[in-house]
């Protein structure tokens, strides 16, 4: 069948349709990137905002900008008992369009101005959808940053800065899908590593430079053996706090990867599944960034795990039997079409941001320890049975029942969330699908603040990262914060398969390499015979 937003063909696997029929859900209209695409178009995770909270007047810092119609309340005030959303309810009116009744029960109902879990963070304002943080900057989407700047997903770490996809590291600068990494720049796909510049898929090596597909080696440069007395020499021969200088050595690395080989996809232990970056995971396809899939389709950022699930966006832990959703996690099971549902919630579908044990729930918006509810509305079990069929029924004949919600519902422009991170549009083209843009407010140059040599905007160095740049001898960045996070993007593989076979042993595989990239692409096997 043809994509109604793209127009691609796709297709419909017997395992998906088994899991539609389980669900009672229709099969979906949209192919799984612009399922994607649209789930991620209601995901403002970077783009903070001043204004004020409506329950307190505070000023306030928020992924809603204040021209949004939208009440917001601050973290303190959202988890108080000072409100309830309960009390903005809605009658169901079976004459009106579904969406519209519940875009009319969004706009009323508190938003909550930061997705934090607040009070577990310290001293980290400037961060969204984070947990247990403290000293931190700019971060996002992550639990137990200490003392770090500009990153994102991230989980135990300290004093690092400029990262994506960082764990449990320390004194790490520009490295993306790293784990136990300690004093790394410039690393990427690197596990157990220390001390070291410009690696690429190295495990458990400390003080090389340069390198790729190492294991467990030391003063190694380009992949090449050296005494400590040479490593030590070149090392302190290097001028890396001059940035004309760390331009010719970082092109000089990427040029020694081109002559090792990838491998198709990254991850381990892991059984008939597909896709890249996964671990642990089992009978799983089309997934990429995630851990302890079990029989899962079309998931991404899932890092917590889940099983019997379809189209999940971040999250996970338990996660069981959920369909079409974005950031739902912590013992949930049977949502439907629903974004942040998170908290032992279950049976739960079209609903935004409801948590602490809700069940039963349709349409729902900020409802917490809530059961048997449409719009908001409390119904008695028996009540709630009864008209819940008829309701399912009228969303089915709208052809909207079972689907996430659209993106011209989306309470963010296109341009403000992470979809134009990773789909990028113009204006003509946003504008053209329905879609809202962001116009930014461009200011003046301020000559007496650096301006970023990408986009030309003015940025702040702030006291904390200076000394981090003191520290470890680099030289200050020429771009801000969110052109630098744009680069590292750059440095993964979409999340796309190609068929294409292996250099060596021509077998055909599945990878996220296009097929005019030139690394050189091979199996597993042959990667792993090679490098060990």
Not at 316 to 337: F, K, L, P, T
Not at 458 to 480: S, V
Not at 503 to 521: G, Q
Request: proline share 3%; with cysteine; net charge positive.
């Amino acid at each position: 069948m043809n994509c109604n937003n793209c127009q691609q063909s796709f297709t419909i696997q017997t395992d998906d349709q088994e899991f539609y029929k389980k669900m009672i859900v229709p099969v979906p209209k949209l192919c799984a990137d612009c399922r994607q695409q649209r789930r991620m178009a209601f995901r403002n995770e970077k783009t903070l905002y001043l204004r004020k909270c409506g329950l307190c007047q505070r000023n306030i810092l928020s992924i809603f900008s204040p021209d949004k119609n939208f009440t917001v309340y601050c973290e303190d005030c959202y988890w108080s008992d000072k409100w309830s959303a309960q009390k903005y309810a809605q009658e169901f009116d079976f004459n009106q369009p579904f969406f519209e009744q519940l875009k009319e029960l969004r706009k009323k109902v508190p938003q909550i101005a930061l997705y934090k879990l607040s009070p577990t963070s310290e001293n980290s304002d400037f961060a969204n959808d984070i947990a247990h943080c403290k000293n931190s900057y700019l971060v996002f989407d992550g639990e137990g940053a200490q003392n770090c700047l500009y990153g994102e997903t991230f989980y135990k770490i300290n004093e690092c800065l400029d990262f994506y996809r960082l764990i449990k590291s320390e004194l790490c600068y520009e490295c993306i899908n790293c784990e136990n990494g300690y004093a790394l720049r410039f690393c990427r796909f690197c596990e157990n590593c220390n001390n070291s510049w410009f690696l690429k898929d190295c495990k458990g090596c400390q003080n090389c430079f340069g390198c790729a597909n190492l294991i467990n080696q030391e003063y190694c440069i380009g992949n090449k053996q050296h005494t400590k007395e040479d490593y030590d020499e070149f090392i302190n021969n290097l001028n890396l706090g001059n940035h004309i200088e760390l331009d010719k050595i970082k092109k000089k690395a990427e040029e020694n990867f081109l002559r090792h080989p990838v491998k198709s996809v990254r991850g381990y232990k892991n059984e008939k599944s597909s896709g890249d970056n996964l671990y642990y995971c089992a009978n799983s396809q089309y997934c990429f960034d995630s851990n302890e899939l079990n029989n899962c389709r079309y998931c991404f950022q899932v890092m917590q795990g889940a099983k019997d699930s379809l189209d999940i966006d971040i999250w996970g832990q338990n996660v069981e039997n959920c369909y079409d959703c974005a950031g739902v996690g912590w013992e949930v099971r049977n949502i439907i079409a629903s974004y942040y549902i998170f908290d032992k919630c279950h049976d739960i579908q079209h609903s935004i941001f409801c948590h602490r044990g809700c069940h039963d729930l349709f349409g729902c918006v900020g409802m917490q320890k809530a059961e048997y509810c449409i719009l908001n509305k409390k119904y008695s079990e028996q009540e709630y049975k009864k008209l819940l069929p008829r309701v399912i029924a009228k969303c089915r004949q709208e052809g909207i029942y079972g689907q996430f919600f659209p993106v011209e519902f989306s309470m963010f422009s296109y341009n403000e969330t992470i979809a134009y991170d990773y789909y990028p549009l113009t204006k003509k083209q946003v504008l053209a699908n329905g879609w809202s843009w962001k116009e930014q407010v461009i200011k003046s140059i301020d000559l007496s603040l650096p301006y970023c040599k990408s986009c030309n905007n003015n940025f702040k160095i702030i006291p904390q990262e200076k000394e981090f740049y003191r520290k470890l001898k680099l030289p200050e960045p020429l771009k801000c914060y969110n052109c630098r996070h744009l680069d590292r993007l750059k440095l993964r593989n979409p999340r796309k398969l190609w068929d294409r076979q292996c250099v060596k042993c021509k077998k055909d595989i599945k990878t996220t390499y296009h097929p005019n990239r030139l690394e050189i692409i091979y199996c597993e096997q042959c990667y792993l015979s090679a490098v060990m």
